[in-house]
């Protein structure tokens, strides 16, 4: 086992971390770069295809501005959030060598995953704006910042979650098998695909405290219609997502003195 002693968080580490998962995932190969927009674009195609053309879905609250950028904003973050903790869940496990060499804080492997997976859908989200706008969907520009802190907090609560899983998954493996399913029926549990108003009324009072639900109806609410419906569950899930990251980082730093036994 090793030592229990905390180790501190290094910032040129931790973007070191970053660079070099964004080189190694997306750069150091011309496949990986174009995976990263080709697939969501290819998603977003059939998903629209289906639903727009056929079953002919409709949005009453977005019949102006047409079901495919409606899809488009929300898809966008969601495959950012569920690949970022996909992608992290394993990061301490194929990083065992590293962590067997060099003493650091090893929250920062996860951590850096999520922050590089992130980045680079962010860098493919704009450009989906920009598309978007060219294509005719007046997209709110006035509202990019309080969009971008929207994406930020999804950022600490994807970061939360991949803490929290990356710990298990050293003791755990079978956890990489288990994940993939129930972040799919996350993904058709969140209203993305659809509108919770089609959704029964309970169905509807338990999906408003989904906190992806949260995120991307106030993506939707600031990038397309330039409004900022910030009610009374707004301060509850920003106060939730914080204090989720922080139990989830006492977790991991509980269980980490553990990792090296069973790597």
């Excluded at 770069?33 to 059939?46: G, K, Y």
């Excluded at 295809?49 to 609250?61: D, G, L, M, W, Y």
């Excluded at 102006?64 to 990061?91: K, M």
């Amino acid at each position: 086992m090793t030592s229990g002693k905390k180790r501190k968080f290094d910032r040129v580490f931790f973007q070191n971390l970053v660079m070099r998962q964004i080189r190694q995932d997306y750069l150091e190969n011309i496949t990986g770069f174009a995976w990263l927009i080709l697939q969501p674009l290819i998603l977003l195609a059939v998903y629209a295809f289906v639903f727009s053309t056929i079953f002919k879905a409709r949005i009453p609250e977005a019949a102006d501005i047409g079901f495919v950028p409606y899809l488009a904003i929300a898809f966008w973050p969601w495959t950012a959030f569920s690949e970022a903790i996909l992608r992290a869940n394993n990061s301490i496990t194929a990083n065992s060598a590293l962590i067997g060499k060099v003493a650091f804080a090893t929250e920062q492997i996860p951590l850096a995953t999520v922050t590089a997976t992130f980045i680079m859908h962010l860098i493919g989200y704009l450009a989906v704006l920009v598309v978007l706008q060219l294509m005719g969907t007046a997209i709110q520009w006035f509202y990019i910042l309080p969009a971008l802190l929207v994406l930020l907090f999804m950022w600490v609560f994807a970061c939360a979650i991949s803490l929290f899983t990356s710990a298990i998954q050293v003791f755990v493996r079978d956890l990489a098998q288990i994940l993939p399913p129930l972040m799919t029926f996350w993904f058709f549990t969140t209203p993305i695909l659809y509108s919770s108003s089609y959704l029964p009324e309970a169905l509807q009072s338990l999906t408003q405290w989904n906190p992806m639900a949260w995120f991307v109806a106030r993506l939707r609410e600031l990038l397309l219609f330039g409004e900022m419906n910030l009610d009374y569950r707004a301060p509850f899930m920003l106060v939730f997502v914080v204090i989720f990251a922080w139990l989830s980082l006492r977790f991991f730093r509980r269980f980490s003195g553990h990792f090296e036994d069973f790597l």
